[in-house]
Nanobody
Framework: QVQVVESGGGLVQPGGSLRLSCAAS????????VSWYGQAPGKQRELVAV???????NYAESVKGRFTISRDNGKNMAYLQMNSLKFEDTAVYYC???????????WGQGTQVTVSS
């Protein structure tokens, strides 16, 4: 069965760094587009970064220059490197996998990132 699990969240001070991981199993990982979403309390879930099966990336304007999405198809893993973290980055971050044909999407359980002094 398909399983998507995020990890790496936690409490970090402003200006600090964190790397989130997304581990997938039960699917052909290299045929999926991987996205990271963030959902702050009381707000809608928003797209943060996306990486295609080819490695093409896109980012929300608020994180450009600070966050980097990557993937390792050999390990069925995706990552979100978060640098220069700000208070407003506080959110639950979710990993999303979408097949290249645009069919059913898979979501992880989310991992909490809290930026606080």
């Amino acid at each position: 069965q398909v399983q998507v699990v995020e990890s790496g969240g936690g409490l970090v001070q402003p200006g600090g760094s964190l790397r989130l991981s997304c581990a997938a199993s039960g699917l052909n990982f290299n045929t999926y587009i991987v996205s990271w979403y963030g959902q702050a309390p009381g707000k809608q879930r928003e797209l943060v970064a996306v990486i295609s099966w080819r490695g093409t990336t896109n980012y929300a304007e608020s994180v450009k220059g600070r966050f980097t999405i990557s993937r390792d198809n050999g390990k069925n893993m995706a990552y979100l490197q978060m640098n220069s973290l700000k208070f407003e980055d506080t959110a639950v971050y979710y990993c999303n996998l979408r097949p290249i044909d645009g069919a059913y999407q898979y979501w992880g359980q989310g991992t909490q990132v809290t930026v606080s002094s």
